[in-house]
């Protein structure tokens, strides 16, 4: 038999923003939540791929590129867009 193992419902806070970079739109959201260690689900609306990201990832840039798929170059710039509005680090112990 299958078993939950976990069900909650929460209160987020979501911000939608958009940029032209590259000469290319970007549309994503980004959803506080205190589910994923304080991690913010950041989701491309175009690719509808979601990653769940603080300032520290920020600074892989070739992983941002891969999984967004962008250029090197828009992903820097999703990068400093992103560094501000992303919290910082909690550590927790994870599973």
Not at 52 to 81: G, P, T, V
Request: with cysteine; glycine share 4%; net charge negative.
């Amino acid at each position: 038999m299958d078993q939950i193992l976990f069900d909650e419902v929460e209160t987020t806070r979501t911000r939608h923003l958009g940029f032209i970079t590259g000469g290319k739109r970007y549309d994503f959201s980004l959803t506080n939540t205190e589910h994923f260690y304080g991690k913010t689900i950041v989701t491309c609306l175009q690719s509808n791929r979601s990653a769940l990201l603080d300032r520290d990832d920020m600074d892989n840039i070739d992983y941002l590129a891969k999984f967004y798929n962008l250029s090197l170059e828009d992903a820097q710039h999703l990068s400093n867009f992103l560094r501000e509005s992303l919290t910082d680090p909690v550590r927790h112990e994870q599973y």
